[in-house]
């Protein structure tokens, strides 16, 4: 017989779901929600304590700018009529989502911590990942919908500031996290069967 805190977190794991931003309501998520969500959500394994997780949680006005420079980044220099319209998609899609928590992941290179053990460098990273995760289900716990998305809108010249990144020569995105409210149904997601991708002795 499994724990009822087992059964309840089991049914959040298992119900998360990627959801759409273009079918989010337009309904606003209070920020001081989300500022909760995130402060349980840094509570992950982290080895050597380095605490990498960076949140940038943005207003309406900052997820437009936003969404404009990730159409800019698809429609590259304008001539492909096809990246054009998508770039013009996306613009919409992202500029018109009712909130966006961009989570980057800072790690100096350069410290005498990393030159001694680079391993950091994907430690921090998997750190982050689990931040990120308990997001997802904290917003699932929550009734909101999220997607991770890692549209490479970073790769305009204007992101970082866009965002006010703190350390740009530090920092790398690891998600960016749309969420909102959503009453899209959807069902569980079927997984290949366990026995193909576990080895055990028992
Ligand atoms: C690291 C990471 C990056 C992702 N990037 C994108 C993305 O750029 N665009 C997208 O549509 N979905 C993205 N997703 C969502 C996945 O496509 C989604 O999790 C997958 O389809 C499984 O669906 P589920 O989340 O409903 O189980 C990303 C997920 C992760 C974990």
């Given at each position: 017989m499994k724990a009822e805190k087992t059964k309840v977190l089991s049914e959040i794991i298992k119900n998360r779901r990627t959801r759409k931003p273009s079918k989010f309501l337009p309904k606003p998520v209070p920020s001081s929600l989300i500022k909760e969500l995130i402060d349980s959500a840094r509570h992950a394994p982290n080895h050597h304590r380095t605490e990498p997780a960076r949140f940038y949680l943005l207003n309406s006005s900052k997820i437009q700018e936003v969404g404009n420079l990730f159409g800019e980044v698809l429609a590259g220099d304008g001539s492909n009529p096809t990246l054009l319209q998508k770039g013009q998609r996306k613009k919409k899609e992202w500029g018109e989502a009712p909130g966006l928590l961009i989570v980057t992941c800072h790690t100096d290179r350069e410290s005498a911590l990393v030159q001694n053990r680079p391993a950091i460098i994907d430690e921090d990273y998997a750190t982050t990942s689990c931040i990120c995760q308990n997001l997802c289900l904290l917003f699932e716990a929550e009734g909101l919908a999220c997607k991770w998305s890692?549209?490479?809108?970073?790769?305009?010249?204007?992101f970082s500031k866009t965002i006010q990144m703190k350390d740009p020569n530090c920092e790398r995105v690891v998600a960016l996290l749309f969420y909102g409210y959503s009453d899209q149904p959807l069902g569980q997601r079927s997984l290949s069967p366990l026995a193909d991708h576990l080895i055990s002795n028992y």
């Open positions: 890692t549209g490479a809108v970073w790769e305009h010249p204007q």
